[in-house]
């Protein structure tokens, strides 16, 4: 069945980086499009990048130039490289796809940004 597990979150200082991985399994990764969304607490669930089986790119505006969305078909992972984070970037990272109609969704990984 498809599985997809986020991994890579933690606590880090504003301006720290980090790097996350969503590992998938049980469909053929290389095609289809992957995305990482976030929910902050009391906050709706938002689309932060996506990349395409082209790999082509998207980014929310508030982490474009922060954020790197890549691919790595071989492992069947999507990275998300974050840098320059910040306060506002804490949430719980959840990686998805979508095969036909069905959305599958990781379990997600906590990214804290603090002092």
């Known amino acids: 069945q498809v599985q997809l597990v986020e991994s890579g979150g933690g606590l880090v200082q504003p301006g720290g980086s980090l790097r996350l991985s969503c590992a998938a399994s049980?469909?053929?990764?290389?095609?289809?499009?992957m995305k990482w969304y976030r929910q902050a607490p009391g906050k709706q669930r938002e689309l932060v990048a996506g990349i395409g089986r082209l790999r082509n790119t998207t980014y929310a505006d508030s982490v474009k130039g922060r954020f790197t969305i890549s691919r790595d078909n071989a492992k069947k992972t999507v990275l998300l490289q974050m840098n320059s984070l910040k306060p506002e970037d804490t949430a719980v990272y959840y990686c998805?796809?979508?095969?036909?109609?069905?959305?599958?969704w990781g379990q997600g990984t906590q990214v804290t940004v603090s002092s």
């Open positions: 998805r796809t979508q095969i036909g109609r069905e959305d599958y």
């Open positions: 049980g469909f053929l990764f290389n095609q289809y499009g």
